[in-house]
């Protein structure tokens, strides 16, 4: 079981804004931009990440991160790590060759896309990212990462919402997230 402090996850939740109906009616959005606002807490964040990487014995060769708010977690957590960063792009972003998959957002569909030579056979990812709903976003990142060789080792979230089968749709890649909240 990994420790966390609970005064350091204390300061994050009470940080991050809960919005009823946004994007559309019925959804409740957990919004990350007070935590960003807040001097030192992405850096509390990089480490309760670096700290529970450790601990589920995580050791990456890269960090993925998709488009947008993974490119905030996973350069300072590659960068900690003395990592690269890999970005996954919503499409037409990425200016060489790619790869694409479409994936089922809990409110539509969407495209991302990777650099077909971002990934080299055998390294093994850790895919990070703000918040997980359904998982499909990260089951698309897994996808494109497989497809180049990659091995997952494991996702990593600040926020985890529950009951909208994430990890169940995402197994057997594990999830790991600092922060649980109903969907």
Request: hydrophobic share 45%; aromatic share 6%; charged share 20%.
């Amino acid at each position: 079981m990994i420790i966390m402090s609970g005064s350091q996850l204390s300061l994050i939740e009470k940080s991050i804004r809960t919005v009823p109906d946004f994007p559309i009616e019925g959804i409740t959005f957990r919004d990350i931009t007070p935590v960003l606002a807040e001097p030192g807490l992405l850096s509390i964040i990089t480490d309760l990440f670096v700290r529970n990487l450790e601990e589920l014995d995580w050791i990456p060769d890269v960090i993925v991160g998709p488009e947008a708010r993974g490119f905030i977690f996973g350069p300072l957590l590659a960068e900690r790590l003395e990592k690269a960063f890999i970005p996954i792009r919503k499409p037409n972003k990425l200016p060489h060759k790619t790869i694409k998959v479409e994936y089922s957002l809990e409110y539509g569909t969407n495209i991302l896309e990777i650099h077909e030579d971002a990934l080299k056979h055998g390294q093994k990812a850790i895919i990070v990212d703000d918040l997980i709903a359904t998982g499909g976003t990260i089951s698309a990142c897994v996808e494109l990462c497989q497809k180049l060789g990659a091995e997952i080792l494991g996702s990593i979230f600040l926020i985890e919402l529950i009951g909208l089968d994430a990890r169940k749709n995402l197994s057997p890649i594990q999830v790991h997230s600092l922060l649980q909240y109903p969907a």
